[in-house]
Structures are given as structure tokens and as C-alpha cells.
Nanobody, 126 residues
Framework: QVQLVESGGGLVQAGGSLRLSCAAS????????MGWFRQAPGKEREFVAG????????RYTDSVKGRFTISRDNAKNTVYLQMNTLKSEDTAVYYCAADSATGGIIATIAPEYDYWGQGTQVTVSS
């Protein structure tokens, strides 16, 4: 079994920054593609960022390009999401997810991911 635990969420003023972390255990983390998703009230869960198993390839949703950076440290079994220049529309519960069946492609839809964390709340005040 794979367990994912997010941390680092909180309340921040618009224009500020937060760094989310997702610690993984119970699996072969270094061979998983990892993704960050978010879900705001009344909206569907949406892809935010993803990173391949070797960390050499990344994908971002258009709304966060240039502001967010996903990275991973396989030695620590941890994936990060650095969020800069936060906007009120970034407010959501953020989830990390693992894709154990990746062939190097970073999926952008939730059903492609096998394991999920419980989420961490990010609130950006205007």
C-alpha cells in the first residue's frame, strides 16, 4: 500500500507564497509519476502540476505556469509544490497523487492516478 500525506497549506495573502510537501511511504516512490490536484468548493478536482518519475519532465495547468514549480526528492520520498504569486482563485484543497503505472507520461486527469493523499487547505485572501 502507498500512503501520501500533504502538508504546508495555510492562509496567505494574495501575492504571497506557500510550499506544499507530500511525503510518500509504502511504495516505490522513485518509479511513480506524481501529481498535484486541487478542488475548490463547487468545482471538479483539477490537475495543477505533475512530474515524471525521474523528475526530468513536468506539466502544469495554464493558470499556474510561471508561478508554481513542482519538484521531487526521491531520496526523501517527497514531492513539493512551490506556489508563488498566489491569487485568490488558487484557493482550494490541494491533493497529491501517485501514478504507479506511468510509462513516463504525466497524466492530467484524476482517474489515471492510483493513490491519493487527504489534502491540505490553501486559502489565499484578497
Amino acid at each position: 500500500q502507498v500512503q501520501l500525506v500533504e502538508s504546508g497549506g495555510g492562509l496567505v495573502q494574495a501575492g504571497g507564497s506557500l510550499r506544499l510537501s507530500c511525503a510518500a511511504s509504502g511504495g516505490t516512490f522513485s518509479r511513480y509519476a506524481m501529481g498535484w490536484f486541487r478542488q475548490a468548493p463547487g468545482k471538479e478536482r483539477e490537475f495543477v502540476a505533475g512530474i515524471s518519475w525521474i523528475g526530468g519532465r513536468t506539466r502544469y495547468t495554464d493558470s499556474v505556469k510561471g508561478r508554481f514549480t513542482i519538484s521531487r526528492d526521491n531520496a526523501k520520498n517527497t514531492v513539493y509544490l512551490q506556489m508563488n504569486t498566489l491569487k485568490s482563485e488558487d484557493t482550494a484543497v490541494y491533493y497529491c497523487a501517485a501514478d504507479s503505472a506511468t510509462g513516463g507520461i504525466i497524466a492530467t486527469i484524476a482517474p489515471e492516478y492510483d493513490y491519493w493523499g487527504q489534502g491540505t487547505q490553501v486559502t489565499v485572501s484578497s
